[in-house]
Protein backbone atom coordinates (compact mmCIF):
# COMPACT_ATOMS: atom_id res chain seq x y z
CA UNK A 1 0.00 0.00 0.00
CA UNK A 2 1.35 3.21 -1.33
CA UNK A 3 0.88 6.40 0.66
CA UNK A 4 1.91 9.51 -1.24
CA UNK A 5 2.19 13.20 -0.09
CA UNK A 6 2.18 16.10 -2.46
CA UNK A 7 3.57 19.75 -2.07
CA UNK A 8 1.01 22.25 -1.22
CA UNK A 9 -0.51 24.15 -4.36
CA UNK A 10 -3.21 26.71 -2.47
CA UNK A 11 -1.10 30.04 -2.26
CA UNK A 12 0.22 30.82 0.86
CA UNK A 13 -0.41 27.36 2.33
CA UNK A 14 3.23 26.50 4.37
CA UNK A 15 2.39 23.24 5.99
CA UNK A 16 2.48 19.87 4.70
CA UNK A 17 0.44 16.82 5.58
CA UNK A 18 2.86 14.68 6.82
CA UNK A 19 6.19 14.90 9.06
CA UNK A 20 9.26 12.83 9.08
CA UNK A 21 8.47 11.56 12.51
CA UNK A 22 5.00 10.17 11.15
CA UNK A 23 7.24 8.13 8.15
CA UNK A 24 8.27 5.67 10.45
CA UNK A 25 4.38 5.00 11.96
CA UNK A 26 3.23 4.26 8.78
CA UNK A 27 5.94 2.19 8.10
CA UNK A 28 4.99 -0.28 11.20
CA UNK A 29 1.79 -0.66 9.82
CA UNK A 30 2.94 -1.79 6.40
CA UNK A 31 2.75 1.47 4.07
CA UNK A 32 5.27 2.83 1.67
CA UNK A 33 5.39 6.27 2.02
CA UNK A 34 6.01 8.37 -1.11
CA UNK A 35 6.88 12.60 -0.53
CA UNK A 36 7.45 15.39 -3.50
CA UNK A 37 10.49 16.48 -3.25
CA UNK A 38 10.09 19.94 -1.26
CA UNK A 39 6.87 19.35 -0.12
CA UNK A 40 7.83 20.47 3.58
CA UNK A 41 10.56 22.46 2.94
CA UNK A 42 8.34 25.47 3.90
CA UNK A 43 7.60 23.86 7.09
CA UNK A 44 11.00 23.89 7.76
CA UNK A 45 11.56 19.88 7.16
CA UNK A 46 14.09 18.66 4.69
CA UNK A 47 14.14 16.20 1.81
CA UNK A 48 16.77 14.82 3.39
CA UNK A 49 14.45 14.16 6.96
CA UNK A 50 11.87 12.41 5.15
CA UNK A 51 14.10 9.94 2.94
CA UNK A 52 16.31 9.36 6.63
CA UNK A 53 12.86 8.91 8.30
CA UNK A 54 12.24 5.94 5.53
CA UNK A 55 10.31 7.97 2.72
CA UNK A 56 10.52 7.38 -0.80
CA UNK A 57 11.59 11.10 -2.43
CA UNK A 58 10.08 11.90 -5.85
CA UNK A 59 11.26 13.93 -8.41
CA UNK A 60 7.88 15.41 -9.93
CA UNK A 61 4.74 15.76 -8.89
CA UNK A 62 3.15 13.40 -11.45
CA UNK A 63 4.76 10.30 -9.66
CA UNK A 64 2.61 10.87 -6.54
CA UNK A 65 -0.77 10.32 -8.30
CA UNK A 66 0.75 6.94 -8.76
CA UNK A 67 -0.34 6.18 -5.14
CA UNK A 68 -3.00 4.40 -3.72
CA UNK A 69 -3.42 7.59 -1.07
CA UNK A 70 -2.64 11.00 -1.15
CA UNK A 71 -2.43 12.91 1.89
CA UNK A 72 -2.62 16.57 1.37
CA UNK A 73 -3.42 19.78 3.42
CA UNK A 74 -5.58 21.22 1.07
CA UNK A 75 -7.80 19.75 -1.33
CA UNK A 76 -11.04 20.61 -3.77
CA UNK A 77 -12.97 22.84 -2.19
CA UNK A 78 -10.14 24.22 0.10
CA UNK A 79 -7.70 24.66 -2.83
CA UNK A 80 -10.23 26.00 -5.68
CA UNK A 81 -7.67 27.78 -7.69
CA UNK A 82 -5.23 24.70 -7.96
CA UNK A 83 -6.75 21.63 -7.22
CA UNK A 84 -8.39 21.43 -10.99
CA UNK A 85 -4.79 21.35 -12.11
CA UNK A 86 -4.32 17.59 -10.07
CA UNK A 87 -7.64 16.40 -11.03
CA UNK A 88 -6.47 15.03 -14.96
CA UNK A 89 -3.53 13.37 -12.49
CA UNK A 90 -5.79 11.91 -10.35
CA UNK A 91 -7.12 7.72 -11.05
CA UNK A 92 -10.53 6.37 -10.46
CA UNK A 93 -10.51 4.53 -7.20
CA UNK A 94 -7.56 6.48 -5.84
CA UNK A 95 -8.18 7.77 -1.89
CA UNK A 96 -7.63 11.38 -0.95
CA UNK A 97 -7.63 12.88 2.60
CA UNK A 98 -7.29 16.17 2.99
CA UNK A 99 -9.33 18.96 4.07
CA UNK A 100 -11.36 20.44 1.28
CA UNK A 101 -13.91 22.68 2.88
CA UNK A 102 -17.00 20.48 2.09
CA UNK A 103 -20.02 22.33 3.15
CA UNK A 104 -19.37 25.25 0.63
CA UNK A 105 -20.86 24.12 -2.52
CA UNK A 106 -17.62 24.07 -4.14
CA UNK A 107 -17.88 22.60 -7.82
CA UNK A 108 -14.21 21.01 -6.93
CA UNK A 109 -16.21 18.27 -5.23
CA UNK A 110 -18.12 17.41 -7.88
CA UNK A 111 -15.25 17.02 -10.51
CA UNK A 112 -13.55 14.99 -7.81
CA UNK A 113 -16.41 12.84 -8.06
CA UNK A 114 -16.44 12.47 -11.46
CA UNK A 115 -12.84 11.75 -11.77
CA UNK A 116 -13.24 8.70 -9.80
CA UNK A 117 -11.83 9.72 -6.63
CA UNK A 118 -12.44 9.27 -2.99
CA UNK A 119 -12.54 11.99 -1.37
CA UNK A 120 -12.49 12.06 2.84
CA UNK A 121 -12.68 15.28 4.08
CA UNK A 122 -11.29 15.68 7.54
CA UNK A 123 -13.45 18.89 8.92
CA UNK A 124 -16.18 16.21 8.77
CA UNK A 125 -14.10 13.88 11.16
CA UNK A 126 -17.18 13.42 13.88
CA UNK A 127 -16.44 15.09 17.29
CA UNK A 128 -16.24 11.57 19.70
CA UNK A 129 -13.62 10.24 22.00
CA UNK A 130 -12.61 7.82 19.59
CA UNK A 131 -11.82 10.61 16.89
CA UNK A 132 -10.16 13.10 19.05
CA UNK A 133 -6.72 12.35 18.04
CA UNK A 134 -8.06 13.22 14.15
CA UNK A 135 -9.68 16.22 14.85
CA UNK A 136 -7.98 18.93 12.44
CA UNK A 137 -9.87 21.67 13.08
CA UNK A 138 -10.12 21.62 16.98
CA UNK A 139 -6.10 21.39 16.54
CA UNK A 140 -6.28 24.43 14.15
CA UNK A 141 -8.50 26.16 15.75
CA UNK A 142 -5.80 25.83 18.63
CA UNK A 143 -3.39 27.42 16.44
CA UNK A 144 -5.71 30.16 15.18
CA UNK A 145 -6.59 31.05 18.83
CA UNK A 146 -2.60 30.93 19.56
CA UNK A 147 -1.46 33.45 17.06
CA UNK A 148 -4.89 35.63 17.28
CA UNK A 149 -3.55 36.81 20.56
CA UNK A 150 -0.42 37.51 19.40
CA UNK A 151 -0.97 39.38 16.36
CA UNK A 152 -3.25 41.60 18.70
CA UNK A 153 -0.63 42.07 21.28
CA UNK A 154 1.37 43.70 18.60
CA UNK A 155 -1.02 46.15 16.96
CA UNK A 156 -2.24 47.04 20.60
CA UNK A 157 -0.29 50.34 21.26
CA UNK A 158 -0.03 49.31 24.68
CA UNK A 159 1.11 46.23 26.78
CA UNK A 160 -0.94 43.49 28.01
CA UNK A 161 0.35 43.06 31.87
CA UNK A 162 -0.11 45.08 34.62
CA UNK A 163 3.62 46.47 35.74
CA UNK A 164 3.97 48.56 38.90
CA UNK A 165 7.19 51.05 38.17
CA UNK A 166 8.96 54.17 39.28
CA UNK A 167 7.28 55.56 36.19
CA UNK A 168 3.89 54.64 37.40
CA UNK A 169 1.15 51.75 37.27
CA UNK A 170 0.12 50.36 34.28
CA UNK A 171 -3.49 48.79 33.90
CA UNK A 172 -3.12 45.49 32.06
CA UNK A 173 -5.29 45.19 28.71
CA UNK A 174 -8.60 44.30 28.72
CA UNK A 175 -9.26 41.50 26.01
CA UNK A 176 -13.00 40.18 25.00
CA UNK A 177 -12.93 36.73 23.31
CA UNK A 178 -16.38 36.49 21.42
CA UNK A 179 -16.77 32.66 20.84
CA UNK A 180 -15.44 29.74 23.42
CA UNK A 181 -14.70 26.53 21.21
CA UNK A 182 -11.40 25.10 20.57
CA UNK A 183 -9.61 28.52 19.21
CA UNK A 184 -11.61 31.04 22.14
CA UNK A 185 -10.08 28.96 24.49
CA UNK A 186 -6.44 29.08 23.32
CA UNK A 187 -7.18 32.72 23.15
CA UNK A 188 -7.77 33.11 26.52
CA UNK A 189 -4.97 30.77 28.19
CA UNK A 190 -2.62 33.35 25.72
CA UNK A 191 -4.07 36.14 26.81
CA UNK A 192 -3.91 35.21 30.26
CA UNK A 193 -0.22 34.51 29.70
CA UNK A 194 0.13 37.76 28.72
CA UNK A 195 -1.06 39.48 31.96
CA UNK A 196 -4.38 40.68 30.27
CA UNK A 197 -7.41 40.44 32.16
CA UNK A 198 -9.52 38.34 30.28
CA UNK A 199 -13.70 38.29 29.60
CA UNK A 200 -15.43 35.86 27.14
CA UNK A 201 -18.90 34.88 25.91
CA UNK A 202 -20.54 32.05 24.30
CA UNK A 203 -24.19 31.03 22.82
CA UNK A 204 -23.81 27.56 25.15
CA UNK A 205 -23.97 28.63 28.93
CA UNK A 206 -22.25 25.23 29.55
CA UNK A 207 -18.88 27.10 28.81
CA UNK A 208 -18.82 28.92 31.58
CA UNK A 209 -17.01 26.60 33.87
CA UNK A 210 -14.27 26.02 31.21
CA UNK A 211 -13.69 29.81 30.77
CA UNK A 212 -13.25 30.59 34.39
CA UNK A 213 -11.20 27.78 34.89
CA UNK A 214 -8.79 29.64 32.84
CA UNK A 215 -9.16 32.78 35.05
CA UNK A 216 -11.40 34.31 32.44
CA UNK A 217 -14.55 36.31 33.83
CA UNK A 218 -17.81 34.41 31.65
CA UNK A 219 -20.44 37.60 30.42
CA UNK A 220 -23.48 35.86 31.05
CA UNK A 221 -26.22 36.62 28.23
CA UNK A 222 -30.24 36.65 29.11
CA UNK A 223 -30.95 34.31 26.15
CA UNK A 224 -32.57 31.37 25.38
CA UNK A 225 -29.53 29.18 23.80
CA UNK A 226 -30.68 25.60 24.19
CA UNK A 227 -30.63 25.12 20.44
CA UNK A 228 -26.50 26.69 20.30
CA UNK A 229 -25.52 22.82 19.49
CA UNK A 230 -25.84 20.62 17.57
CA UNK A 231 -25.47 17.35 18.58
CA UNK A 232 -21.93 16.92 16.92
CA UNK A 233 -20.55 19.48 19.03
CA UNK A 234 -20.80 22.37 16.58
CA UNK A 235 -22.60 25.58 16.62
CA UNK A 236 -25.45 25.88 14.79
CA UNK A 237 -26.70 28.78 12.60
CA UNK A 238 -29.01 31.07 14.95
CA UNK A 239 -31.82 33.66 13.75
CA UNK A 240 -31.09 36.92 13.31
CA UNK A 241 -33.49 38.20 16.12
CA UNK A 242 -31.05 35.96 18.15
CA UNK A 243 -28.08 37.96 17.04
CA UNK A 244 -29.59 41.39 17.04
CA UNK A 245 -30.50 40.51 21.04
CA UNK A 246 -26.90 39.35 21.42
CA UNK A 247 -24.91 42.31 19.56
CA UNK A 248 -27.66 44.36 22.22
CA UNK A 249 -26.21 42.95 25.29
CA UNK A 250 -22.32 43.22 24.28
CA UNK A 251 -22.14 46.32 22.92
CA UNK A 252 -20.89 47.72 26.34
CA UNK A 253 -18.89 45.09 26.89
CA UNK A 254 -16.96 45.49 23.27
CA UNK A 255 -16.82 49.48 23.82
CA UNK A 256 -14.94 48.86 27.38
CA UNK A 257 -12.18 46.70 25.76
CA UNK A 258 -8.68 46.87 24.50
CA UNK A 259 -8.91 44.26 22.10
CA UNK A 260 -11.81 42.26 20.91
CA UNK A 261 -11.12 38.40 19.99
CA UNK A 262 -14.08 37.11 17.42
CA UNK A 263 -14.11 33.10 16.28
CA UNK A 264 -18.10 31.98 15.79
CA UNK A 265 -17.92 29.99 12.58
CA UNK A 266 -20.88 27.91 11.52
CA UNK A 267 -19.65 24.44 9.04
CA UNK A 268 -20.42 25.43 5.56
CA UNK A 269 -22.52 28.65 6.58
CA UNK A 270 -21.03 32.70 6.25
CA UNK A 271 -20.11 33.61 9.72
CA UNK A 272 -22.80 35.38 12.23
CA UNK A 273 -22.30 39.32 12.25
CA UNK A 274 -21.89 39.72 16.34
CA UNK A 275 -19.99 43.11 16.07
CA UNK A 276 -21.55 46.34 14.05
CA UNK A 277 -19.64 48.98 13.01
CA UNK A 278 -21.94 50.76 15.45
CA UNK A 279 -19.94 48.88 18.14
CA UNK A 280 -16.79 49.65 16.94
CA UNK A 281 -17.43 53.14 16.60
CA UNK A 282 -17.95 52.83 20.51
CA UNK A 283 -14.11 51.63 21.25
CA UNK A 284 -11.50 53.73 22.08
CA UNK A 285 -9.44 54.73 19.57
CA UNK A 286 -6.12 52.50 19.42
CA UNK A 287 -8.67 49.48 20.05
CA UNK A 288 -7.74 45.98 18.20
CA UNK A 289 -10.29 43.19 17.04
CA UNK A 290 -8.86 40.28 15.44
CA UNK A 291 -11.93 38.56 13.73
CA UNK A 292 -10.83 34.32 13.19
CA UNK A 293 -13.80 34.11 10.98
CA UNK A 294 -12.59 36.45 8.49
CA UNK A 295 -12.42 33.31 5.64
CA UNK A 296 -16.13 32.98 5.97
CA UNK A 297 -16.89 36.76 5.70
CA UNK A 298 -15.84 37.80 9.15
CA UNK A 299 -17.92 38.29 12.54
CA UNK A 300 -17.51 42.04 12.62
CA UNK A 301 -19.56 44.21 9.31
CA UNK A 302 -16.07 46.08 8.56
CA UNK A 303 -13.95 43.06 8.50
CA UNK A 304 -12.34 42.53 5.49
CA UNK A 305 -10.68 39.09 5.08
CA UNK A 306 -7.11 38.80 4.24
CA UNK A 307 -6.91 42.71 5.65
CA UNK A 308 -6.15 45.08 8.27
CA UNK A 309 -7.89 47.94 8.18
CA UNK A 310 -8.71 51.14 10.69
CA UNK A 311 -11.71 52.59 10.96
CA UNK A 312 -12.62 55.38 13.64
CA UNK A 313 -8.87 54.51 15.43
CA UNK A 314 -9.66 50.85 15.55
CA UNK A 315 -7.81 48.41 14.03
CA UNK A 316 -9.80 45.58 12.21
CA UNK A 317 -7.45 42.10 11.27
CA UNK A 318 -8.79 39.57 8.98
CA UNK A 319 -6.18 37.22 9.03
CA UNK A 320 -6.61 33.90 6.50
CA UNK A 321 -5.30 30.97 7.13
CA UNK A 322 -3.29 31.59 10.65
CA UNK A 323 -1.94 27.95 11.01
CA UNK A 324 -0.14 28.65 8.04
CA UNK A 325 1.94 31.45 10.14
CA UNK A 326 2.87 28.32 12.39
CA UNK A 327 3.87 25.65 9.68
CA UNK A 328 6.48 23.72 11.60
CA UNK A 329 3.73 22.83 14.51
CA UNK A 330 0.93 22.90 12.80
CA UNK A 331 1.78 20.67 10.42
CA UNK A 332 2.96 18.11 13.62
CA UNK A 333 -0.01 18.42 14.55
CA UNK A 334 -1.86 18.10 11.31
CA UNK A 335 0.41 14.78 10.67
CA UNK A 336 -0.64 13.58 13.56
CA UNK A 337 -4.49 13.75 13.36
CA UNK A 338 -4.08 12.80 9.14
CA UNK A 339 -2.05 9.60 10.01
CA UNK A 340 -4.41 8.68 13.13
CA UNK A 341 -7.60 9.11 10.52
CA UNK A 342 -5.27 6.76 8.08
CA UNK A 343 -4.92 4.42 10.33
CA UNK A 344 -8.31 3.63 10.45
CA UNK A 345 -9.03 3.02 7.19
CA UNK A 346 -6.69 0.67 6.74
CA UNK A 347 -7.04 -3.12 7.82
CA UNK A 348 -4.71 -5.72 7.14
CA UNK A 349 -2.59 -3.20 4.54
CA UNK A 350 -5.66 -2.32 2.62
CA UNK A 351 -7.84 0.51 2.83
CA UNK A 352 -11.53 -0.47 4.01
CA UNK A 353 -14.18 1.44 3.90
CA UNK A 354 -16.32 0.13 6.46
CA UNK A 355 -19.63 2.53 6.74
CA UNK A 356 -20.28 0.59 10.03
CA UNK A 357 -17.25 2.87 11.28
CA UNK A 358 -19.04 6.14 11.84
CA UNK A 359 -15.51 7.97 11.18
CA UNK A 360 -15.63 6.51 7.89
CA UNK A 361 -19.48 7.26 7.15
CA UNK A 362 -19.41 11.15 8.20
CA UNK A 363 -16.33 11.54 6.46
CA UNK A 364 -16.85 10.01 2.89
CA UNK A 365 -17.33 12.78 0.36
CA UNK A 366 -17.36 10.98 -2.95
CA UNK A 367 -17.23 7.65 -4.06
CA UNK A 368 -17.92 5.14 -7.20
CA UNK A 369 -18.24 8.78 -9.36
CA UNK A 370 -21.15 10.33 -6.75
CA UNK A 371 -20.98 12.55 -4.10
CA UNK A 372 -22.02 10.50 -1.47
CA UNK A 373 -22.41 12.92 1.99
CA UNK A 374 -25.99 13.52 2.44
CA UNK A 375 -25.33 17.09 4.01
CA UNK A 376 -22.18 17.72 1.20
CA UNK A 377 -24.66 16.62 -1.19
CA UNK A 378 -27.68 19.27 0.29
CA UNK A 379 -25.07 22.30 0.09
CA UNK A 380 -24.31 21.51 -3.54
CA UNK A 381 -27.68 21.29 -3.73
CA UNK A 382 -27.69 17.65 -5.77
CA UNK A 383 -30.13 14.76 -4.66
CA UNK A 384 -27.80 12.03 -2.98
CA UNK A 385 -27.27 8.93 -4.87
CA UNK A 386 -30.08 6.15 -4.63
CA UNK A 387 -27.76 3.29 -5.30
CA UNK A 388 -25.62 2.26 -3.04
CA UNK A 389 -22.66 4.49 -3.73
CA UNK A 390 -21.14 3.73 -0.22
CA UNK A 391 -20.39 -0.05 -0.53
CA UNK A 392 -17.72 -1.90 1.71
CA UNK A 393 -14.75 -1.85 -0.32
CA UNK A 394 -11.37 -2.71 -0.17
CA UNK A 395 -8.84 -0.16 -2.15
CA UNK A 396 -5.93 -2.73 -3.45
CA UNK A 397 -2.60 -1.58 -2.73
CA UNK A 398 0.01 -1.07 -5.60
CA UNK A 399 2.74 -2.77 -6.68
CA UNK A 400 4.82 0.05 -6.56
Not at 138 to 160: D, I, Q
Not at 350 to 378: F, K, Y
Request: hydrophobic fraction near 45%; include cysteine; charged fraction near 20%.
Amino acid sequence: MIVAVTRETFPGENRVALVPAAVPTLAKAGLEVWIESGAGARAGFRDTQYVEAGAKLLAARNEAFGADVLLCVRAAGANPSHWGGDLPRLRSGQVVIATCDPLSGSEQIIQTARAGGVLFALELVPRITRAQSMDVLSSMATVAGYRAVLLAAETLPKMFPMMMTAAGTIAPAKVFVMGVGVAGLQAIAMARRLGAVVSANDVRPAVKEQVESLGAKFVQLELDTTAAEDKGGYAKEMGEDFLRRQREMIARVVAESDVVITTAAVPGKKAPILVTGDMVGGMAPGSVLVDLAAERGGNCELTVPGETIVHDGVAILGPANLPSDVPYHASQMYAKNITTFLLNLVKDGQISLDLEDEIVAETMVTHGGNVVHPRVCEALGIEPPTASAQTDVKVEGSDG
